[in-house]
């Protein structure tokens, strides 16, 4: 396996979204769902393809574990010998990353394929670098996006026909999500301002910020380069879309905290939500009338 190593910061060309685009409060037509793992304490989804597949974590009294919500069927994902294991991202042949945790609480990512596990981490420096993040999204193609970090550093990367290639927009760089352009979204912390989502594409990365937010930070992307993410403000917490150059923020009914994760090529959403006792998953998709 070759290693290809690349530098975004010498090319970095930043345009900051929120000068250019509209803000709207909630989604035409939105019908919201829970998901809910049987039993669970906390339930969490992440990743949605375009058959409307869902993959997500939950935690009950025997640990954390993967899901997968496939025609009305949840099955539980846990990574042989892990003691805890989260499902993050499915492409549409039904692919599953995520990431592991081990004996000795090292993070891995993983890649589920046709009923077989393999471990996706980035060849780090043991000397400098302590742990992998996991891997977060898989496109079509197959090309796996996700993050390494130690000492305090993160380093996002795409693994794509086996050969690695990095990119770093700060200290604290992670990416998240990918598309079938090979189009990557995640977000990156500035000490001063703090959380900022961005996008990278063909090489250049462009800052996602929400208009007046403490925080922004983006988690997927579809085939039509909408996005999906959260930011924090003086509110709260609350999910936002970005498409078409205009932020729709939105929240699931009577939460008190929302994230949005993923979205498929159908505009459906999927993420998760605070209420008054626990954490719920949900999938957000147009309303039938």
Known sequence: MSFIRTRGLLTLRFTLLSSLCLVTSGLAKEAFTTIDFPGAFATQA???????????????????????????AFTTIDFPGASGTQALGINPKGEIVGSYTDASSNTHGF???????????????????????????INHEGDIVGYFSGHGHGTGFVLSKGAFTTFQISRSTQ??????????????????????????????????????????QAFGINSKQDIVGGYTSATGGH????????????????????????INPKGEIVGYYYDADDIHGFLRSKAVH
């Open 111 to 137: 890649l589920l394929s046709k009923g077989a596990f393999t471990t996706v981490d980035y060849p780090i420096t043991a000397s400098y670098f302590n742990a992998n993040g996991g891997a977060h999204g």
């Open 46 to 72: 992440f990743g949605i393809n375009s058959k409307g597949d869902i993959v997500g974590s939950y935690t009950n009294v025997t640990g954390g574990h993967g899901f997968l919500l496939s025609e009305g």
């Open 175 to 216: 990416a998240i999500g990918i598309n079938p352009q090979g189009e990557v979204v995640g977000y990156y912390l500035d000490i001063v301002f703090g959380n900022h989502g961005f996008l990278w594409s063909n090489g250049r990365f462009t800052t996602i910020d929400f208009p007046g937010a403490f925080g922004t």
């Open 239 to 262: 999910a936002f879309l970005l498409s078409e150059g205009a932020f729709i923020t939105f929240d699931f009914p009577g939460a008190t905290y929302t994230v949005a994760n993923g």
